[in-house]
């Protein structure tokens, strides 16, 4: 006879505890004439399972961040059975608020919203959150987590910007272009970006991108922007060189050629 589970000839129906409203009791009980569960061909006295639910509740209500539910089984000893038929009804029921992976691990909400709470703190002080961050925090999408959470960003490759932090960076690539004729996208962030995050953010920035397809700007790199003017300079320079060095190199072999004639 299992722990918990006296005969049933030693129970009357008014002696009987009363049942745990808890769905994972309920549903198992609505025929019987005396309350009990039968799980995995154990049979459980409604105040067994109350207690056990009761830990159960407690242990998990008292977490703070992700556990792993085999690792929770083992440490406090449960009714494997039990243990995760009462995860799992009250979570239904709402008595567990977080996420439930099956059998495997359940983070509590509180946890949750910490971490929402510092990527909220983390995009409004720098302007930009990646999306592998929120990826490591269990968050299944994180371009459209961070969308939703913070409207009018820019999605970038690897990252989510503020619209504020691509004005910025924005008239730093035109101040540098209309001084210097070249641009270092690069330099304009103090986050580290991706190549292809560079060629987003150019794209995304109407100004860059309507400069670019009037050939006004020219892109030399994904980071390294060219004014016009700069670049055919620059074209014209290299041009000369070249020709020089051709220059130089028929001279050498005439030279060649006319000391070995001799």
């Given at each position: 006879?299992?722990?918990?589970?006296?005969?049933l000839?030693?129970?009357?129906r008014?002696?009987?505890?009363?049942?745990?409203?808890?769905?994972?009791?309920?549903?198992?009980?609505?025929?019987l004439?005396?309350?009990?569960?039968?799980?995995?061909?154990?049979?459980?006295?409604?105040?067994?399972?109350?207690?056990?639910l009761?830990?159960?509740?407690?242990?998990?209500?008292?977490?703070?961040?992700?556990a792993?539910?085999?690792?929770?089984?083992?440490?406090?000893?449960?009714?494997?059975a039990?243990?995760?038929e009462?995860?799992?009804?009250?979570?239904?029921?709402?008595?567990l608020?977080?996420?439930?992976?099956?059998?495997?691990s359940?983070t509590?909400?509180?946890?949750?919203?910490?971490?929402?709470?510092?990527?909220?703190?983390?995009?409004?002080?720098?302007g930009?959150?990646e999306?592998?961050?929120?990826?490591?925090?269990?968050?299944?999408?994180?371009?459209?987590?961070?969308?939703a959470?913070?409207?009018?960003g820019?999605?970038?490759?690897?990252?989510?910007?503020?619209?504020a932090?691509?004005?910025?960076?924005?008239?730093?690539?035109?101040?540098?272009?209309?001084?210097?004729g070249?641009?270092d996208?690069?330099?304009?962030?103090?986050?580290?970006?991706?190549?292809?995050?560079?060629?987003?953010?150019?794209?995304?920035?109407?100004?860059?991108?309507?400069?670019?397809?009037?050939?006004?700007?020219?892109?030399?790199?994904a980071?390294?922007?060219?004014?016009a003017?700069?670049?055919?300079?620059?074209?014209?320079?290299a041009?000369?060189?070249?020709?020089?060095?051709?220059?130089?190199?028929?001279?050498?072999?005439?030279?060649?050629?006319?000391?070995?004639g001799?």
């Amino acid at each position: 006879m299992p722990c918990g589970a006296p005969a049933l000839s030693t129970w009357s129906r008014e002696g009987c505890p009363p049942l745990p409203h808890h769905p994972c009791v309920w549903r198992s009980l609505p025929h019987l004439t005396v309350p009990h569960l039968t799980l995995g061909g154990s049979l459980f006295t409604a105040s067994y399972v109350a207690r056990h639910l009761a830990r159960v509740r407690g242990v998990l209500s008292a977490l703070h961040g992700p556990a792993s539910l085999p690792a929770l089984l083992k440490a406090h000893g449960f009714n494997e059975a039990l243990f995760y038929e009462a995860v799992g009804g009250l979570h239904a029921a709402g008595r567990l608020a977080g996420a439930l992976q099956a059998k495997t691990s359940f983070t509590p909400a509180v946890h949750r919203l910490a971490q929402a709470a510092a990527v909220g703190a983390r995009y409004e002080q720098n302007g930009v959150v990646e999306y592998a961050a929120l990826a490591r925090m269990g968050v299944r999408d994180p371009r459209a987590h961070l969308a939703a959470e913070h409207p009018g960003g820019v999605e970038l490759d690897s990252c989510y910007m503020s619209a504020a932090l691509v004005s910025t960076a924005e008239a730093g690539v035109e101040e540098a272009l209309s001084g210097a004729g070249a641009a270092d996208l690069r330099s304009a962030f103090d986050c580290d970006l991706t190549d292809a995050d560079l060629v987003a953010f150019a794209a995304a920035s109407a100004s860059l991108s309507a400069a670019v397809a009037a050939k006004r700007y020219l892109p030399l790199t994904a980071s390294l922007l060219v004014a016009a003017p700069l670049a055919a300079e620059l074209k014209e320079r290299a041009e000369a060189l070249a020709a020089e060095v051709a220059k130089a190199e028929h001279a050498a072999t005439a030279a060649r050629s006319k000391g070995g004639g001799e």
